[in-house]
């Protein structure tokens, strides 16, 4: 059978989304599949009283996964915000899959973007040979939410030029979007609501005006709060992704997790871990995304070209990577604390040794 690469969250929680109805017997709002309580357990995960387990999808403070879900039961849409690699897609996404079961209504943000990618364009053929008419009318992905009564996830808002995300303006306070050509309009049917993420620490990204802004409830998306949260985070999405490739790869030890996660929020916080040391803080945006990404990666390459066990030789060149991509400076931060911190300590006895010999050889 050939199989998905990426299936979509309702998808692949197909069986879980399943079981939540069966045990649902609280309201649910118009036209959403589960009732907020049950979209909250899908989310933070729990057992149902038949044994099925629901995995939690986002770890971290229930109240922000609270605070998502009553905004889009409200007359405003949700915006997340926060630095790469918050989860900002993955809750978003996940909350569409709860809500709707239906997370491909997506509209990409980009700079290039035309206010035709978020209301609607035209089949031409069709236009030419009956001219403007509803036959002709090609429904993006606002415009199918807002007739299906579901959500709508705009990805990277502030990627998209301001005048054009002002088509937005219309679409969330009157929730209508008016068709000029053909002097109609569509109104949007209940259930119908925007999640939109957006980068606040990117290059290249347009404010959103304030007539916009008055018009989401803004969540921040922290970074994990705990080194335990955040480990957790990594290792369960590390293994959940070496299962999607179906082939037997070496145990991931849950010491190595921690330490890279350790290394990252170091090197993020600019103190060492019992606050005792300064280091230099660096810039390179190491979320645990990044984290997520390094370990799936040297796990697959671990896989196939190597037969020592898996360690940090197999992690450091992704570490390195990360790193230096953005700014060759972070280097020298990246090796002042090899020199300073990891090299006094003796758990740290082997990655010292392979980033110490890394540093030597580029
Ligand atoms: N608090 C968290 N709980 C669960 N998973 C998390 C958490 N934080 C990060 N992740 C993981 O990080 C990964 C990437 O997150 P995602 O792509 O949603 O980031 P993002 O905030 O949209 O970043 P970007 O700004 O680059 O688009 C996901 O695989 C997700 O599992
Ligand atoms: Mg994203």
Same mark, same amino acid.
């Given at each position: ?8 969250? *309702? ?5 879980? +989304? ?7 017997? %609280? ?12 979209? +909250?357990?899908?989310? !933070? ?20 996964? #609270? ?5 889009? !039961? ?13 989860? @900002? ?16 209504? !997506? $509209? ?22 009956? &001219?403007?008419? %509803? ?27 301001? #005048? ?26 209940? &259930? ?26 803004? $969540? ?17 999405? $590390? ?11 070496? !145990? ?55 037969? @020592? ?20 400076? *972070? ?28 540093? @030597?050889?580029?």
């Amino acid at each position: 059978m050939k199989k998905i690469i990426r299936p979509h969250a *309702e998808q692949a929680f197909a069986h879980e +989304l399943e079981a939540l109805s069966r045990f649902d017997k %609280k309201d649910k709002p118009a036209n959403w599949k589960l009732s907020p309580w049950a979209v +909250l357990n899908y989310i !933070l995960g729990t057992s149902l009283e038949d044994g099925t387990v629901i995995t939690p999808k986002y770890i971290g403070d229930k109240k922000i996964v #609270e605070i998502a879900i009553a905004s889009l !039961l409200s007359d405003r849409a949700l915006l997340l915000i926060g630095i790469p690699g918050t989860a @900002k897609s993955w809750l978003s996404e996940h909350l569409a899959a709860a809500i709707s079961n239906d997370s491909t209504l !997506l $509209v990409q943000g980009t700079s290039g973007i035309g206010e035709d990618s978020l209301r609607y364009g035209w089949n031409y053929a069709q236009l030419i040979a009956h &001219g403007p008419s %509803k036959q002709a009318l090609v429904a993006g992905p606002v415009m199918k939410a807002m007739l299906e009564g579901k959500l709508v996830r705009i990805e990277e808002l502030t990627r998209i030029p301001t #005048e054009i995300q002002d088509a937005m303006i219309t679409i969330l306070s009157e929730k209508i979007i008016p068709i000029g050509e053909l002097n109609e309009e569509i109104q949007a049917i209940q &259930g119908f609501n925007v999640i939109a993420t957006a980068n606040d620490r990117d290059k290249g990204i347009y404010p959103l005006s304030s007539a916009l802004q008055r018009r989401f409830n803004t $969540v921040n998306m922290p970074l994990p709060e705990s080194i335990e949260d955040e480990v957790r985070i990594v290792h369960d999405r $590390v293994i959940q992704l070496g299962q999607q490739m179906h082939v037997s790869m070496d !145990l991931l030890k849950d010491s190595l997790t921690k330490k890279l996660v350790l290394i990252f929020r170091e090197l993020r916080e600019g103190y060492s871990i019992d606050k005792k040391q300064k280091i230099k803080a660096s810039q390179a945006g190491l979320s645990p995304a990044e984290a997520i990404s390094i370990l799936h990666h040297a796990r697959i390459h671990h896989h196939y070209f190597s037969d @020592k066990s898996f360690g940090p030789a197999d992690i450091v060149p992704g570490l390195f990577q990360s790193i230096v991509r953005q700014d060759a400076d *972070e280097k020298t931060i990246l090796q002042e604390y090899t020199e300073t911190v990891i090299k006094k300590r003796s758990e740290f006895k082997d990655w010292y040794e392979v980033l110490h010999t890394y540093f @030597k050889e580029k």
